[in-house]
């Protein structure tokens, strides 16, 4: 059975029931620079641009029925940041599981 979803992009697409669309939105430190993004080993399309004077990159990631992604995040920061990383979760019908793996700044 397929679902007809509006895309961000005005597209529809027909996808699997259950399918999850979903943006995902990185704001970095000032002063960083994004060498990669990767959605399980390949490159999407991306939009990177400042958001308030800070690096900002989204990219619309597509999880199948049942099944889970990675994202991979490579990015150059400024040797003067510290403190750990802050990952807010937009609270959603179902409970995702959300692991961070990045070291803390200035350690």
């Known amino acids: 059975m397929l679902d007809s979803v ?9 996808l699997p029931k259950g399918t999850n669309l979903s943006n995902v939105e990185m704001l970095m430190t000032k002063g960083s620079v994004v060498k990669e993004i990767t ?3 390949s490159s999407p399309m991306r939009v990177e641009q ?3 004077g800070r690096p900002y ?6 999880i199948p029925p ?13 040797t003067m940041a510290r403190g750990e990383a802050v990952v807010p979760i937009q609270p959603l019908v179902d409970d995702p599981t959300v692991q961070v793996d990045v070291p803390v700044c200035g350690e």
Do not use: Y
């Open 50 to 52: 400042p958001l308030n």
């Open 66 to 78: 049942g099944e889970t992604v990675t994202i991979e995040l490579t990015l150059e920061k400024p």
């Open 57 to 62: 990159v989204a990219t619309a990631v597509q």
């Open 39 to 41: 959605v399980d080993g």
């Open 6 to 14: 509006i895309a961000s992009d005005a597209t529809v697409r027909n």
